[in-house]
Nanobody, 125 residues
Framework: VQLVESGGGSVQAGGSLRLSCTPSGYTYSTYYLGWFRQSPGKEREGVAAIYSGSGTTYYGDSVKGRFTITLDSAKKQVYLQMNGLTPEDTAMYYC????????????????????WGQGTQVTVS
C-alpha cells in the first residue's frame, strides 16, 4: 500500500485548504484511512479518519465542525476539507492507512495504522 498526499500550503487564519490522499494497493479491500498532524515538539495527533466499508467518519475534538473527511470511491481519493483554519492548525499533515480488511478499534490513534504518506505541510498565519 502506498499513500500520496497533496494540497498543503500556506493560508491566512480563517481560510480553507483541501488535502488529498491517493491510496494504492487497497483494490477489493476495505480499509481505514486517517489524517494525522504533527508540529515540532508535539505528539502526532489524530485529526480525522474514515472507514471505506461504511463511510463512517471520526474526528478529533479540536477539528470537529471545521474539518470534513470524505472518500471518493470512483477517484479512489480521500479528501480532508479544512475550514476556519487557525495558527494552531499549522503542522505537517500525514495520511495513514490501516491493514486491508482489518478492523481498527481506535481510528484516531497513530499506532493503529501501518502505512504512512510522506506528509504535506500546512501553515496558517
Amino acid at each position: 500500500v502506498q499513500l500520496v498526499e497533496s494540497g498543503g500550503g500556506s493560508v491566512q487564519a480563517g481560510g480553507s485548504l483541501r488535502l488529498s490522499c491517493t491510496p494504492s494497493g487497497y483494490t477489493y479491500s476495505t480499509y481505514y484511512l486517517g489524517w494525522f498532524r504533527q508540529s515540532p515538539g508535539k505528539e502526532r495527533e489524530g485529526v480525522a479518519a474514515i472507514y471505506s466499508g461504511s463511510g463512517t467518519t471520526y474526528y478529533g475534538d479540536s477539528v470537529k465542525g471545521r474539518f470534513t473527511i470524505t472518500l471518493d470511491s470512483a477517484k479512489k481519493q480521500v479528501y480532508l476539507q479544512m475550514n476556519g483554519l487557525t495558527p494552531e492548525d499549522t503542522a505537517m499533515y500525514y495520511c495513514a492507512g490501516g491493514q486491508r480488511n482489518q478492523y481498527v478499534e481506535f481510528p484516531l490513534r497513530a499506532p493503529e495504522y501501518t502505512y504512512w504518506g510522506q506528509g504535506t505541510q500546512v501553515t496558517v498565519s
